[in-house]
């Protein structure tokens, strides 16, 4: 069965430093890998996906992950996390051959301080 | 840019009412997914539709119904509504089936009395 796992509840992160969200994946076939941001009482917001190619992905407002298939891990980074960056953070995988869902992790809120 | 547009945005149901929510996927989008969100809880897949066909099918009670009509909105069925009902339900649409993203809406959020 596929499932993600973010390990992390939350990530504590101070305003200028570079923040990681961390994602580990288990499908059975070839993953797609994507995540997503949601504000308070918000819908998700699209932020970037893995389906083949680099395996450094780059995605809107500044954000990147890195897809390593031997630790099976797909992190978002950011350089330089702001404040506007807070927000809970859902890693999601979709089965390559199967179904339509996304099947989504826990969650990350990320809180980045001034 | 147009987004996933769903009605109503907030729902207020007794129990054992129904309830309709309403999504319109973004223009020439044809496939529409729904998720629902418990509190605290990641989003789970409901049920999905292409070219106005379910197309797949996770944990939906067997309460609710969905269907998309002819100008690819959906709408989502919810009868004999139950406390645990009370959700943040989500639409998503996407251009086509695969690997496309599927952009989601900014949700409903249900609750039952």
């Known amino acids: 069965a596929q499932s993600v796992a973010q390990p992390e509840d939350q990530v504590n992160v101070a305003e200028g430093n570079p923040l990681t969200v961390k994602c580990t994946y288990s499908?059975?076939?070839?993953?797609?890998l994507f995540w997503y941001v949601q504000y308070p009482n918000r819908g998700l917001q699209f932020l970037l996906k893995?389906?083949?190619?680099?395996?450094l992905v780059k995605g809107s407002y500044g954000f990147e992950a890195e897809f390593n298939k031997s630790q099976t891990s797909f992190h978002l980074k950011k350089p330089s996390a702001l404040v506007s960056d807070s927000a809970l953070y859902f890693c999601a995988v979709r089965d390559f051959h199967n179904t339509d869902k996304l099947i989504f992790g826990t969650g990350t809120r990320l809180q980045v301080f001034p | 840019a147009a987004g996933v547009i769903q009605s109503p945005r907030h729902l207020i149901k007794e129990k054992r009412e129904t309830a309709t929510l309403k999504c319109y996927p973004i223009p020439r989008h044809d496939t529409v997914y729904w998720y629902q969100q418990g509190p605290g809880q990641d989003p789970q897949f409901l049920i999905s539709f292409y070219e106005k066909m379910q197309s797949d099918k996770g944990s939906i009670p067997d309460r609710f119904s969905a269907q998309q009509f002819s100008d690819y909105h959906s709408e989502l069925n919810m009868s004999s509504l139950e406390l645990g009902d009370s959700a943040l339900y989500f639409c998503?649409?996407?251009?086509?089936?695969?690997?496309?993203?599927?952009?989601f809406g900014p949700g409903t959020r249900l609750t039952v009395l």
């Open positions: 499908v059975s076939g070839n993953p797609y």
């Open positions: 893995y389906i083949t190619g680099d395996n």
């Open positions: 998503a649409s996407s251009l086509e089936q695969g690997k496309d993203t599927q952009y």
